[in-house]
């Protein structure tokens, strides 16, 4: 079936470290977006991307469409305790008539 | 602000009881979905509406069911709750079913099965 790899599966990092997560896949997608869920919450949208290659900012997120349209790539710049929480990428395949495929999530922690 | 907001937050059941969970949107949004999130998981797709027609997973069991009445609410119906279907439950919206449709999520029901 249809599948999002998503790596790293967990990050335990510092206070003020740059985080690089990614996600691939051995399909090609048209869309790429990525989401964050707090304990208890529902995903919310960081970043959304449409085309190929496109590169994304968001405050100190920073997100890429991959040139291959098999992967993509969320990094986070100086880190804070409120970053924590579980970050899932997710893509649309056009031939999926709207489906949002999930990667399996990367869980962040924060160490203050 | 437009919104998904779902109704309880928080449900608690008896081993065969059934539960309606509500979900409601003021984004007028032609798609609804319904996930189905278990602990460490990514979220499972159930089943969705775009408009009035009812689209449903190969893999959701009978034991779940959906209505939409209107544009703004659906439903999800578990007939019969099992221990496995104690988990997060997301309803979500999206424009159309091509493209680039951009979800978005309510903020869950835990259901919660004793």
């Known amino acids: 079936g249809q599948q999002l790899n998503q790596s790293p599966q967990s990050m335990f990092i510092q206070e003020g470290e740059d985080v690089s997560m990614n996600c691939t896949s051995s399909s090609i997608f048209n869309t790429w977006l990525w989401y964050k869920q707090d304990p208890g919450e529902g995903p919310v949208l960081l970043i959304a991307?449409?085309?190929?290659?496109e590169l994304t900012s968001n405050g100190r997120l920073t997100a890429q469409f991959g040139i291959t349209r098999k992967d993509s790539f969320l990094n986070i710049s100086a880190s804070i305790p409120s970053d924590v929480g579980i970050y899932f990428c997710?893509?649309?395949?056009?031939?999926?008539?709207?489906?949002?495929?999930f990667g399996q999530g990367t869980t962040l922690q924060v160490k203050p | 602000d437009a919104m998904v907001i779902q109704n309880p937050r928080y449900q608690v059941t008896q081993f065969g009881k059934p539960v309606t969970l509500s979900c409601s949107q003021t984004l007028n949004h032609n798609v609804m979905y319904w996930y189905q999130q278990k602990s460490s998981q990514a979220p499972k797709l159930l089943f969705h509406y775009y408009d009035k027609d009812f689209n449903n997973e190969a893999d959701t069991p009978d034991n779940f069911q959906s209505r939409r009445p209107n544009t703004s609410f659906c439903f999800l119906d578990i007939r019969s709750p099992g221990l496995g279907d104690a988990a997060m439950y997301l309803c979500a919206t999206g424009r159309g079913v091509t493209g680039a449709n951009v979800l978005t999520f309510g903020a869950g029901s835990r259901l919660t099965v004793l």
């Open positions: 997710a893509g649309h395949r056009s031939s999926n008539t709207g489906k949002l495929i």
């Open positions: 991307l449409y085309k190929a290659g």
